[in-house]
């Protein structure tokens, strides 16, 4: 049934033209049994009319040629046959055959220029809304959107967009019904390959390879449509539609085709974007991996040189040491274990931060205390050093990790002792504003050269301060992802009388939890 509907489609156009010059005849017979009108025939343009704006040419030219076969047979004497008694009457009836005629045609072609003017409206929407959605970051949500796009804008059932294996791992996007391209019975869109004449440098054209089984098959094939997508000289996908019946459009051939090469270009792009940011992301963690490295060979080596010597001189028995000299040696490797347990822990803490692993666990402390604790901790580091703290004494608690917040200060410290000379200052400041607490850690050394000031908390990132880079460059780096976890700020900035100074901001009040279930009063 469906089958015999499809191949009399064509013909409906030709119906109704018929339909129209019959009702016309019944019209015209109605009004001559009552009255005589002169020139009535002229009603037959109505029909003709109808048909050519309707229908389009063909049916209108078949209308004009039936409404003067009508006309003659109906109401021209002798009636019910094509002799015309009257030679004048020739003349009017030819005169009303190249009339209708001529009127079809004009009729026809303002009809044809309406539609292409509207098929061009609407496929400068379409490519318009295409080229906006095709800016998309995400190429499987561009192309789910352009798939509908083209669905809602063609009016047909199914938009298929399928790639190549090597472009996007078989991805297949679908709006509307595809049902005609699951089973199996149209095969895969691969099965689409260029014609001979592309493959000569012609301009392009692919022909599609057809699948011989089945008449039902057929039918479902002449409703798809496809067209390659190509760039660099290669095919990289198909996007293909599926019409609600098997007649073709050939505007909608335009269409796809610009469509195809939008879309073409979206995924190369999208294809070298990933290129470059997987480029990238190999030569950062080249880099990553040298400046690691470069901190295990070098400073973990020193510390651990340290202690096995000492270690070492301790164990000699044919050697009488004071005990101002083992305590000495003791002290050494001391030192240096904590000077390795820092470094560890910094690597550690920027793998936890690197994984997304790093959440503080908040509690009420008080920020002065801390930073006396912090401060007695590393009098031996800082005893060369003159250290002034300036913490206000109704400073409020404050919401964070004391033992995050305390790293934090621990590692400004020691950057600012170990990147100025023995004699200088170290002051450590701390007030609250607007609603954060504000720390502050300056120097009066030599201070950060402008070219490093943006780098500085980069990770293995070590400044010169004049001399030979010193340090793992993780502190600062460790110190910005412990401040940024607790939904503060860390930056630095130079003095204009000398020095630098490290300045973070801590939120005064603690974040809201999500609740994640309700609790019984």
Do not use: C
Not at 153 to 176: I, K, M, P, S, W
């Amino acid at each position: 049934m469906l089958e015999v509907m499809r191949r009399l489609a064509p013909f409906r156009g030709y119906a109704a033209a018929l339909a129209a010059v019959a009702l016309v005849t019944v019209v015209i017979g109605a009004i001559e049994a009552r009255v005589h009108v002169a020139n009535i025939s002229m009603l037959y343009l109505m029909a003709v009319l109808a048909s050519a704006t309707l229908l389009g040419r063909a049916p209108a030219i078949t209308a004009s040629v039936v409404s003067f076969l009508a006309f003659n047979w109906f109401f021209v004497e002798p009636v019910h046959t094509l002799r015309v008694a009257d030679p004048n009457e020739w003349f009017a009836l030819v005169g009303f055959l190249v009339t209708a005629v001529v009127t079809s045609q004009l009729a026809a072609s303002q009809r044809d220029r309406a539609r292409e003017a509207a098929d061009r409206a609407r496929d400068a929407a379409l490519l318009f809304e295409v080229a906006r959605v095709l800016g998309e970051p995400d190429l499987a949500t561009a192309l789910a959107a352009v798939a509908e796009r083209v669905r809602q804008g063609l009016r047909v059932a199914g938009v298929v967009v399928e790639l190549e294996e090597d472009v996007g791992a078989g991805h297949r996007t679908t709006a509307g019904d595809v049902a005609a391209l699951d089973g199996g019975e149209i095969g895969s869109l691969a099965a689409w390959i260029p014609s001979p004449r592309s493959a000569a440098g012609a301009e392009a054209r692919w022909i599609r390879v057809m699948n011989p089984h089945g008449s039902n098959t057929s039918t479902r094939n002449e409703r798809v449509h496809a067209v390659p997508l190509q760039a660099g000289g290669r095919r990289i996908g198909t996007l293909a539609i599926i019409r609600t019946s098997p007649e073709p459009r050939s505007a909608d051939d335009r269409i796809l085709a610009s469509v195809a090469t939008q879309l073409a270009g979206a995924i190369e792009r999208s294809r070298l974007r990933q290129r470059a940011t997987d480029a990238e992301i190999l030569r950062r963690a080249d880099e990553l991996k040298n400046a690691l490295l470069g901190a295990v060979s070098h400073d973990l080596r020193t510390p651990l040189a340290s202690i096995v010597a000492s270690a070492g001189s301790l164990r000699q028995t044919d050697v009488r040491w004071t005990d101002a000299e083992r305590e000495s040696f003791l002290a050494d490797i001391e030192q240096e274990a904590r000077r390795l347990s820092r470094i560890v822990g910094n690597l550690l803490d920027l793998s936890r931060m690197e994984s997304g692993t790093l959440h503080p666990e908040r509690s009420w402390y008080d920020l002065a205390a801390l930073i006396d604790d912090v401060v007695g901790r590393l009098r031996p580091l800082t005893e060369k050093h003159h250290v002034e703290v300036n913490v206000p004494e109704d400073l409020p608690p404050i919401s964070l990790d004391y033992v995050e917040i305390d790293q934090v200060l621990s590692n400004l410290i020691e950057n600012a002792a170990r990147h100025t000379r023995p004699g200088t200052a170290i002051l450590i400041s701390a007030v609250i504003e607007g609603g954060e607490a504000i720390v502050e850690v300056a120097d009066d050394g030599g201070g950060v050269p402008n070219d490093a000031l943006d780098r500085v908390f980069e990770p293995f990132f070590r400044g010169s301060s004049g001399g030979a880079p010193r340090g793992t460059g993780l502190g600062l780096a460790v110190a910005r992802g412990l401040v940024e976890a607790h939904g503060g700020r860390i930056s630095v900035r130079n003095r204009p009388e000398g020095g630098a100074i490290f300045r973070f901001t801590l939120p005064i009040e603690q974040p809201a939890r999500p609740r994640t279930a309700a609790t019984a009063p």
